[in-house]
DNA sequence: ATAGGGTTAG
């Protein structure tokens, strides 16, 4: 009946091995007909091993095709396997069902891993790390706790695995906050050095902000591996310590070891929030160098690099560049654009994201939505949101704000009103902002009183908001409602964000604040900006006093203008680069409407392209004009 | 048989 089949002796059995690579697992064979077992690895039959009576032989293919099964995450032939293996109940014994319940919590179908573990007549200390390191790795850090706990009730000692489980789902848990009582824990059991329990608990020390007990347990580990240094440098990474990650980064060449995707990942996350712009590119080059491949993870996190820093075509090279593409690279690739304000361009390329057969999720529609607000695509922006609807995904609040956004830039008031009173979540704080910053932009005084009323309700403390109520009322020229909400300000304690403006030039960031005093170059700067004003004015530059907080008179609000963090910025810079380059200003606030202006008519003065990065976008002048269109 | 580190939006 079998005659084809190839029967090899059960000694050669042994010589099976399986590759851990991801690509290089074959899928086990299934040739599963009637009542016979064919189900065969590499050649080797399960059948054959039944006449030969080799039932240790029939335990060890079992065990290897179900790891076969956990390797390539093949959930539905893993349950073959397992239908197999209840059948044959002779060959039964603990370490099958362990891999069994591996496979399954592998797989990420945790409800068929409890199932099994529920229904084990038996278990020792590896079940129970199965299952706890199942929870951990896929979310469910409470679960993992939780059954850690029930472990120890069990009396069961827990090795080096369950610690750097159990650690891994604490860390992820914050409301646990029992990183010291665990890391004395695994002192107790003597696992404290071990590079994995101590990776996974300076992970944890850096996600609670204590960096320096992270960095003993570093210093302390018996040996260290890629794994213990990036963990240690994306903690830093994190929390906003780019030099010490890029210190750790050399420290980890010094000591002869190859930083991975991890390690890049990281700094080039670091490098873009605090906007390290040079080292970004150093460690970027030095990955070339070192014959990375521009992968995934790595890459989408420089794209966001480079267009964080204001080099959109720089970030869309990196696209180009990428070995392979996922979802985040094009996400990646349409918030660059949206925030850059190329609606047009990320509405082009979410098209071809699509025709490309990459399913957009919901940060995809979110930038392309941000995108059609920022460039006033009404139609656009309406037509995705209703794409979004029908491709089955639920708008949650932000794509909501967006919509709000783009009705309200768009001046189309009456609609937008009418999208909060209609749409099926509460309006948050963030949809009257939305709603406000419009009635600035189009100076709708009484809308704009009503938005702000409902942000101050939902969150007092935030500055911005008063802000712009008070440029709202200024603008308009009534100064007694300004007065009122200053006066609110200082009443209710809401103190407005100091302004402060910053430029990197050769490795170093120079950061200004309004009224500079202390600047080495002040004197420089001032006559600078004087030189750049004169030019400006006479290219039709009013200085718009609107946008001056402070109680005084006119002629000390015009001075106080000229003195706003970003001018200052930009005389610098001007003093500090070559004729002709670009110059990139970042701000911690919204531009001010009067420095927008002043700006603009700058880049045509003094022949320079110049990007001002502020909270929400980003700003391209040339020419004296802004890619925003004066529409933001 | 069981383990640790990384990305996009707001």
Redesign the pocket.
């Known amino acids: 009946m079998f005659s084809n089949s190839l029967r090899l002796p059960s000694r050669l059995l042994s010589k099976l091995k399986v590759s851990r690579g991801l690509c290089s697992v074959p899928a086990p064979v299934f040739e599963d007909s009637g009542d016979f077992l064919r189900l065969s690895s590499n050649g080797v039959r399960v059948f054959d091993l039944l006449e030969d009576n080799d039932i240790p032989a029939v335990r060890r293919l079992y ?1 290897m095709l179900l ?1 076969q099964c ?1 390797v390539s995450k093949r959930l539905t032939q893993g349950r073959i396997v397992h239908g197999h293996v209840v059948k044959s109940l002779f060959c039964y014994n ?2 099958m069902h ?2 069994l319940l ?1 496979m399954y ?2 797989c990420g179908s945790l409800e068929e891993a409890r199932k099994v573990f529920d229904q084990m007549p038996e278990r ?4 129970w ?2 299952l ?3 929870y ?2 896929h979310g469910r850090p409470c679960d993992a706790l939780l059954l850690f706990n029930q472990m120890l009730r069990h009396g069961f000692s827990p ?7 159990v ?2 789902a604490a ?2 848990e914050p409301r646990g906050c029992c990183g010291h009582q665990l890391h004395g824990f695994c002192l107790k059991c003597g ?1 404290d050095l ?7 608990l300076l ?1 944890l020390y850096t ?1 609670y902000g204590l960096m320096d007990d992270a960095q003993l347990v570093f210093d302390a ?1 018996e040996s ?8 240690l440098i ?2 830093y ?2 929390r906003c310590g780019t030099e010490k990650a890029l210190e750790l980064f050399q420290g980890m060449l010094r000591e002869g070891f190859r ?8 700094l ?2 670091a490098c ?2 605090t906007g390290f712009l040079e080292q970004g590119k150093w460690v970027h080059a030095y990955m070339i160098k070192s014959g990375e491949k521009l ?7 420089l794209l ?1 690099m480079y ?2 820093s204001g080099n959109i075509h720089d970030a869309r090279k990196i696209f180009d560049r990428l070995t392979k593409r ?7 690739l349409l ?1 660059a654009y ?2 850059h304000g190329f609606g047009r361009e990320a509405v082009c390329w979410f098209e071809e994201m699509r025709k490309t057969g990459i399913l957009p ?4 529609f ?2 392309v939505l ?1 995108a059609c607000s920022h460039s006033g695509l009404l139609d656009e922006g309406w037509h995705y949101f209703e794409l979004m609807k029908k491709d089955g995904l639920v708008p ?1 609040a ?1 794509h909501y ?2 919509i709000v956004d783009l009705l309200g830039r768009a001046g189309a008031f009456d609609r937008a009103l009418r999208f909060i009173r209609e749409m099926p979540i509460e309006p948050t704080a ?1 949809i009257w902002k939305a709603l406000l910053n419009a009635c600035r932009m189009h100076k709708n005084m009484e809308l704009g009183a009503y938005a702000a009323e409902r942000v101050f309700e939902l969150d007092p403390d935030d500055p911005g908001p008063h802000v712009i109520l008070y440029n709202i009322y200024a603008s308009g020229g009534r100064w007694n409602d300004a007065a009122r909400v200053r006066n609110k300000m200082k009443k209710s304690g809401v103190k407005k964000e100091p302004a402060c403006s910053w430029v990197e030039i050769e490795n170093a960031i120079h950061m200004f604040v309004a009224n500079d005093e202390c600047h080495p170059q002040r004197e420089e700067i001032g006559r600078k900006w004087e030189e750049v004003y004169t030019k400006i004015k006479e290219l039709g530059y009013v200085p718009d006093t609107s946008h001056v907080v402070v109680h005084v008179d006119q002629q000390e609000r015009e001075v106080n203008l000229q003195h706003h963090s970003e001018k200052i910025a930009l005389a610098f810079a001007l003093l500090n680069t070559p004729p002709g380059s670009t110059i990139h200003i970042k701000k911690n606030i919204r531009v001010c409407g009067d420095c927008h202006s002043a700006i603009k008519l700058a880049s045509k003065a003094v022949e320079r392209e110049i990007i001002v990065r502020d909270t ?1 976008r980003f700003h391209h002048f040339k020419d004296g004009s802004c890619s925003c269109r004066d529409y933001w």
């Open positions: 065990n790891k956990t603990l370490v362990n891999t591996n919590a592998k020792d200390f590896v079940t790390t199965t706890i390191s199942g951990s790795q090795n080096e695995f369950t610690l750097s489980s650690v891994k860390a992820a696992f071990n590079v994995h329990v101590g990776s996974s992970d996600r580990l260290r591996n890629d794994v213990s240094w990036n963990a994306a903690g990474a994190r930083p991975s995707h991890f390690s890049y990942s990281s080039f996350g873009s929030s992968v995934a993870f790595a890459g989408n996190t966001d267009a964080k996922d979802v985040v690279s094009w996400n990646s918030t949206a925030q999720n919901e940060i995809s979110l930038s941000t949650k932000w704000v967006t963030a929400n």
